[in-house]
């Protein structure tokens, strides 16, 4: 495994930063289990993270002096950490993007792609929103808090679903993705304290990080979708076998890693939900003992 970790708890947060350098220069270039379908499945969701997670910090600094939450110490301590972990994510999948464009396949122009999507849908989300008297920063915040919960949930599936960890068979790759899906259900209910803090717990803030769910998922499945196909189609493997393998370990519902989702996924729906209704307490023991984070 080609990392080095340096772990530093300087805000005093529940959960600390880990300082990360992956060397992704061996990575092979079909790195789960030799299959183009699988490598290019998390490629895709890789190339969705450098601007996905860069909103999720922004819109957390833009709204960290709001009055409701800029004298509550513990949870600027939280955020400082939220903030640190996914600026560290935010350089590996950069990283990992890079190195697969050795290989000739395009992340640079994914990543590209949803950097526009991101700016598109927040834009015109907030239009259609501002009658109500909402914001640019609310929508970012109502956005990243329901996007948290998705990759909460995928992160925990992940470590959770032995077929897919078997076909993790490169170590660099398997540490980082690992690694990151233990971050992510370390500081899965920030977001969400913050965006409750802010906008309380009645309908309105209710209604409004269900409709954010729901138009999330939407496209990130149209996204990620579309991308595996152009990764796929630009490497000349779009075929049955490659998107079998997909449907196998993605969608079906005795193996897939999404299929595995459902439930946690629309536990977001219930009134009264908090992220930390998902118990993942044992689970994340679990694996910082075996990655030694
Ligand atoms: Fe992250
Ligand atoms: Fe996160």
């Known amino acids: 495994m080609n990392a080095k970790v340096n772990i530093s708890n300087r805000a005093g947060a ?3 930063v880990r300082r990360m350098n992956f060397d992704f220069d061996q990575v092979p270039e079909y790195w789960m289990s030799g299959s183009a379908g699988l490598t290019h499945f998390m490629t895709a969701l890789s190339a969705l993270f ?9 819109s957390v600094r833009a709204v960290r002096h709001h009055p409701a939450i800029k004298d509550n110490e513990a949870l600027q301590k939280e955020i400082s950490a939220f903030i640190g972990q996914e600026a560290m994510h935010t350089q590996e999948h950069v990283g990992f993007n890079q190195s697969a464009q050795k290989y000739g396949h395009d992340v640079t122009t994914l990543e590209k792609r949803t950097a526009k999507l991101i700016q598109l849908t927040r834009k015109n989300f907030a239009k259609v929103v501002k009658p109500f008297g909402m914001t640019q920063e609310m929508v970012d915040l109502t956005a990243t808090t329901a996007l948290e919960h998705f990759t909460a949930t995928i992160a925990s599936e992940l470590l959770r679903n032995p077929h897919i960890q078997e076909l993790m068979t490169d170590d660099t790759m398997s540490y980082m993705w690992f690694w990151h899906a233990v971050e992510e259900n370390e500081h899965k209910a920030v977001a969400y ?8 717990r009645g309908i309105k803030a209710y209604a409004l990080r269900n409709t954010a769910l729901v138009v999330a998922m939407v496209l990130i499945f149209l996204a990620q979708s579309s991308f595996v196909l152009r990764l796929l189609k630009q490497d000349g493997k779009l075929n049955l076998k490659e998107l079998g393998m997909i449907y196998k370990y993605g969608y079906s519902p005795s193996k897939g890693i999404i299929a595995g989702m459902v439930g946690e996924m629309l536990a977001y729906l219930k009134p009264g939900f908090h992220p930390n209704d998902l118990d993942t307490v044992q689970l994340l023991k679990d694996w910082k003992a075996k990655l030694g984070l």
């Not at 450098?50 to 922004?58: Q, T």
């Open 193 to 200: 304290d913050v965006y409750e803090e802010i906008f309380g």
């Open 50 to 58: 450098p601007d996905g997670e860069k909103l999720f910090i922004d």
């Open 14 to 16: 529940s959960f600390p």
